[in-house]
């Protein structure tokens, strides 16, 4: 539904950018009130490649959940919400592939009737990124410099691989950790089973999803399963932590943020 | 069939705990999708550039419905067939007995039909006293079991063996087997009897190609075959949106049916039927009867819904889907399952019938990306999430909290002020972080799940107050 | 009976759906042609000796059996094979010399005889071989193709146990298109395309061969004239 701007044209091309680069972070909901060393993470990991990070404290939930239960009343307003905290210019990251998703792809089936705001949503979806994109494509990160040390395997969120295409870049910044031990689970784009309202209004199919889920994750012999999205982590936390599966979870960011200082040895 | 679609948390309940279900449903789902991908790989050329070309060639074809229609009704009648429209099933069952009865039909056998299940054909045609009798292996074993079908294309993947063994001894009277050649060749058997002594053939269409009026039916059993050589009446009960205008562009579609269906390059058998029999032909039904039916497709492509007519009914939505995989077929409550059925069900029972199925999806997008025609099925699960919302179908409590979490995050300093007050009572009640259970609508997140208490400080205070002394920024 | 000009009402309804127009200012009939379909991917037209194997690849794995050469080579490994498979009848169709040929070839390598169609067509059939002459064969999928063309009869392919079809590598053509645009000006009542045998898999998903169709499809590729 949006065409894409000159924006859009000047930043896919992947090369590291000269200039220096201002990004404002979209921190999510989920990570503001249940994660937050998430969003400090990837503040953290975008001003380690020179990132100047702007937070906008206006911003509180993309509208999401109201939007995929059907509520677009409600979404709308978020929607709104959002686009009056982060209109203006510069990138938008976000540690969050379905946030994001809900930004670019369903803002504008959302203002579809209403010219002004379609815009307004097209300009500001068009600058948001999910961090480990943002990363690889824009800034031309190849070693993200973390001192993360551990077996890790990678879900693939569905709206990261199938919203946005991004398969290979979370990948590639895992791979360039020296003490990171990246092993692939079986069929790692099947969804997990959250799916926001879904995991509500559905909870035993969603447990039977998340238990499937985790059965691939604990095959691999990991550490650690990782995602770029909190809801997958939420979702498949949730089940390890009430069984007691030997695996953590963790978000990319923290990964590619490295341990705390005070943490290493 | 009668439409279950409203109880579907209890047809949840009994697909997860019905153990031999569960081993039928992923190993069936996971060959087919073996099987797809597969052929997918080896595909003749650009497969991304078919399925995009399917799809230009279903909406455009969608676009000019009443020409295309009107075309592949005047060349069918000119080679002989005679159309009839049914405006919804109860016509088209109406109109179906009539046929039966005028042709004095005492027996019928059916090759795999979606619409005539739609319809309802076999109780209408059984309660007028005529006997049916589905010859696909799968359809042939659900019916002597009573059950619909739980497949698109395999009917009957949650029975077992052990299960088709005692329906054939019991229903059958034949020996007790559990060995599927010769379970396979009793059917062939008894059913070779009923294609031998039936008046009509039931069929189903894949395509109606307009440039000829023709009647394109793909198999693998060779059933179809059968129930359209060698009966003297040949029935076929047909959707609007089957057609596809020319000749010419039924390979392509075939191309992506099988692959996507069984992985086959092209079925066994593909029939191109046209018109009834001519003089000097060796064989073949000398009347045509072609029920079209409508049943609520002109409203659909009317308007945003129009892309679901572009389906061909191959199933890989069904296949590829995570939900499909977890609950089968028989919890969708009606003849269409998986996501294919999520989005037509609710269009064509209405959404007070259907409204739990477009919810029931995680909006993962596997199946819009395994659609052959492209059908962008999680949005328009979302667009009939927000009509049924618009229509009042919702779970209890679902309007106060959406309304209540759209006030909370109106305001960022609201939103705040929560996030402190409930971070600070979460850590008092749940010391380890973890909340074993939510209240009210959202109890069910936590039967087998715990919930992270929210963080006592979040981020945006974090931010504001505490930047700089963290350990990753010191 | 449905009410009269129900299709006239279908289309009008259709028309009406799409334009928003009332419905009887519809004019069906009218308006632009249809798209030109999606083309497949075409290739230049491939060698005979290509198609030839490209047929058989595809049949084989489809389940096919493919026997090709010189015809008295292995005239006795079909018979043999017909016997194996328990055939003790030979259905030909009249007017198909090139059948009738072989089967008469056929007839000394086995307790074999001629079937006739009535007696296939009522119960307690003998296990017969049904041999016929293609009418086209497709490299692309490894299909033969019958068709009700010229009084032919398709039933040697469908009613038997065993689908014996010659194919003269002269009828063999690339794709599926080949065959309809010869077709598709008047089209015959049946066009069958067969691609191996007969399979079912409805019984948990265990490929088994002759659901209701001949369990075994063997192609003859003969040599050309």
């Known amino acids: 539904m949006c065409e894409h ?253 490295g341990p705390p200082p005070d943490e290493e040895t | 069939m009668e439409p279950k679609c409203h109880n579907f948390s209890r047809n949840v309940e009994q697909a997860l705990a019905n153990r031999n279900l569960q081993a039928a449903i992923s190993r069936t789902t996971g060959r087919f999708l073996e099987h797809r991908n597969a052929a997918v790989r080896s595909f003749p050329g650009d497969f991304e550039a078919a399925r995009e070309a399917a799809s230009r060639l279903k909406l455009a074809t969608l676009r000019d419905l009443d020409i295309h229609l009107s075309r592949f009704i005047e060349e069918a009648e000119r080679r002989g067939a005679t159309v009839h429209i049914a405006r919804d099933a109860a016509e088209a069952r109406d109109i179906a007995t009539r046929i039966a009865k005028d042709e004095g039909i005492a027996l019928a056998v059916k090759s795999k039909s979606m619409a005539t299940e739609e319809i309802g054909l076999n109780e209408a ?84 190609v307009a440039e000829t009026g023709s009647v394109a039916i793909v198999s693998n059993e060779a059933n179809a075959r059968m129930a359209t050589t060698l009966p003297r009446v040949h029935m076929v009960v047909a959707s609007i949106e089957k057609v596809i205008p020319l000749m010419s562009d039924l390979p392509p579609m075939l191309r992506l049916l099988t ?32 029920l079209l039916v409508d049943n609520g497709r002109s409203a659909i492509l009317r308007g945003k819904y129009r892309e679901m007519l572009k389906c061909i009914r191959c199933g890989a939505c069904l296949n590829i889907c995570p939900v499909y995989q977890t609950i089968g077929g028989h919890a969708y409550g009606w003849v269409y399952p998986g996501p294919m059925g999520s989005v037509l069900s609710p269009l064509l029972l209405g959404l007070r019938e259907a409204s739990a199925l477009p919810d029931a999806s995680t909006l993962c997008g596997a199946c819009a990306d395994v659609c052959p025609v492209k059908i962008p099925l999680p949005d328009l699960l979302l667009e009939l999430r927000a009509d049924a919302r618009a229509q009042g179908h919702r779970t209890p409590g679902e309007v106060l909290g959406m309304k209540g979490f759209a006030a909370i995050m109106g305001r960022a300093g609201i939103l705040e002020a929560l996030e402190r007050i409930g971070g600070v009572v979460c850590r008092l009640l749940f010391k380890d972080g973890k909340i074993p259970w939510l209240p009210f609508i959202l109890s069910g997140w936590t039967d087998r799940r715990d919930f992270p208490a929210p963080a006592v400080r979040p981020f945006r205070k974090l931010w504001k107050s505490k930047r700089g002394v963290l350990p990753w920024n010191r | 009976m449905e009410p009269l000009g129900s299709k006239d009402a279908l289309i009008r309804r ?181 691609t191996g045998p007969s399979r079912t898999g409805d019984i948990e998903q265990t490929l088994t061969l002759g659901a209701h169709g001949p369990k075994t499809l063997i192609a003859v590729i003969t040599q050309s004239p």
Do not use: W
């Open chain 2, 259 to 290: 692959r996507s269906a069984t992985g086959q390059p092209i079925s066994s058998y593909v029939s191109v039927l046209t018109g009834v029999r001519r003089p000097g032909d060796a064989e073949g039904p000398s009347k045509l009867h072609i």
């Open chain 2, 125 to 208: 045609l059984e309660g007028a006293g005529i006997e049916v009798v589905e010859s696909d292996l799968g359809e042939y074993i659900i019916q002597l079991a009573g059950e619909p079908p739980s497949h698109l294309i395999a009917p009957a993947v949650h029975k077992t063996r052990e299960e088709v063994a005692r329906l054939f001894s019991e229903k059958l009277g034949e020996t007790y087997t559990e060995e599927i050649p010769e379970l396979v060749a009793i059917a062939r058997r008894r059913l070779r009897e009923k294609f031998l002594s039936a008046g009509m053939g039931i069929s189903g269409a894949n395509f109606l």
């Open chain 1, 5 to 257: 701007g000159e924006f859009a044209s000047l930043i896919l091309g992947g090369m590291a950018p000269s200039a220096p680069v201002t990004a404002s972070l979209f921190f999510t909901c989920l990570a503001d009130a249940l994660y937050p060393n998430v969003a400090l993470a990837t503040a953290t990991v975008l001003e380690r490649f020179g990132v100047t990070v702007r937070v906008p404290l206006s911003q509180t939930c993309c509208g999401q959940p109201a939007y995929n239960s059907g509520h677009r009343k409600e979404a709308r307003k978020m929607a709104a919400g959002f686009l009056r905290a982060f209109d203006g210019d510069g990138y938008i990251v976000t540690p969050s592939g379905s946030c994001a998703v809900m930004v670019k792809e369903m803002y504008p089936v959302l203002f579809r009737n209403e010219p002004r705001m379609l815009d307004l949503a097209c300009s500001v979806g068009e600058r948001v990124f999910e961090l480990s994109q943002f990363l690889v494509d824009v800034l031309g990160v190849t070693d993200p410099l973390s001192a993360f040390k551990g077996k890790v395997t990678l879900h693939d969120s569905c709206h990261l691989v199938r919203g946005l295409g991004v398969r290979e870049q979370p990948r590639r910044l895992l791979r360039a950790i020296p003490g990171v031990e990246l092993v692939e689970m079986e069929d790692s784009d099947r969804c997990c089973g959250f799916g926001g309202v879904f995991s509500v209004k559905n909870p035993h199919i969603s447990c039977a999803m998340v238990e499937k889920k985790i059965e691939r994750i604990l095959a691999t012999g990991a550490q650690y399963v990782t995602s770029g999205d909190l809801g997958c982590l939420m979702n498949i936390g949730g089940a390890v932590s009430r069984s007691g599966y030997p695996v953590q979870p963790i978000h990319l960011a923290e990964i590619l943020a």
């Open chain 3, 14 to 194: 259709i028309h009406a759906a799409l334009h928003g127009h009332d419905e009887r200012a519809a004019e069906p009939g009218a308006g632009p042609p249809g798209p030109p379909g999606p083309s497949a991917p075409s290739a230049p037209p491939a060698s005979v000796e290509k198609r030839v194997a490209h047929f058989s690849e595809a049949l084989r794995s489809a389940a096919g059996t493919v026997m090709s050469g010189d015809l008295y080579a292995f005239l006795p490994a079909l018979g043999e094979a017909l016997r194996t498979l328990g055939v003790t009848a030979l259905l030909v169709p009249e007017g198909d010399p090139v059948a009738r040929e072989l089967a008469d070839a056929l007839m000394p390598l086995g307790p074999f005889r001629l079937a006739s169609t009535s007696e296939l067509l009522h119960g307690n059939s003998p296990v017969t071989a049904g041999i016929q002459s293609a009418e086209f064969a497709i490299a692309e999928s490894g299909t033969v193709v019958q068709t009700g063309r010229g009084g032919r009869t398709l039933l040697p392919g469908l009613v038997t146990e065993v689908h014996v079809a010659l194919v003269r590598p002269d009828i063999l053509v690339d794709r599926m298109e080949d065959v309809l645009s010869v077709l598709a000006a008047d089209p015959p009542r049946t066009i069958s395309f067969i």
